[in-house]
C-alpha cells in the first residue's frame, strides 16, 4: 500500500529558560500537547512553513534557527508523520493564543509533567536530556 507521508514543522520557542507549549484544540487529538508549527505546504522549505505557522497561530515574527530534531513516527498502516523541530533564534511580537485552546509557558523540567502527542515524545526527551547536560539556548525576544 502507498504510504501517505505528512511532512510537519514544528519551533521550539525558548525564552528565560521557558519553553512555548501549546493545547491542541480539535477533537481529534485535543487536550494534547504539541509544539507550535504545523503542515509543510508543496514548495515550502521546513523553515518557511514553520515561519508562516507560528505566524498564523501565534503571531510572531520568528527568525528560525538550528535544525533540532526530526522525528519519523508511523500514524498507522498506511500514514506516517515526519516531525522536524527547529530552535527559534529570535522573535518579534508577544505570542497569542490564537488556534489553541491554550498556550504556556514552562520550565524545561517541568515538560514531563504535560501530556504530549505520542510523535512529540523523542523531542521532549531530548530537551529533558540536553538541558540535564547543558541548558539549550535559543536567544531572546527582539
Ligand atoms: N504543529 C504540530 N503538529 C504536530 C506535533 N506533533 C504531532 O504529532 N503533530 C501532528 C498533529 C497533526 O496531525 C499534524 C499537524 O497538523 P496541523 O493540523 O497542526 O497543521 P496545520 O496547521 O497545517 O493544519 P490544517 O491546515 O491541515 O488544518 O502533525 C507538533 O509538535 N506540532
Redesign the pocket.
Known sequence: MAQKI?N?S?GIIIKDDQVLICQRREAH?KGAW??????IELNESHQEALKR?LNEELSINCEIGQHFHSVF?KLNISTQ?N?HAYLIKSFIGTPKCLVHSKILWITLQELSYYNF????LP?VENLLNRHKKEPVKTGSKR
Open positions: 505528512i510537519v514544528a487529538h504539541e509544539f507550535p508549527g504545523g503542515k505557522e513516527y508523520l516531525l502527542l505520542p510523535a512529540d523531542l
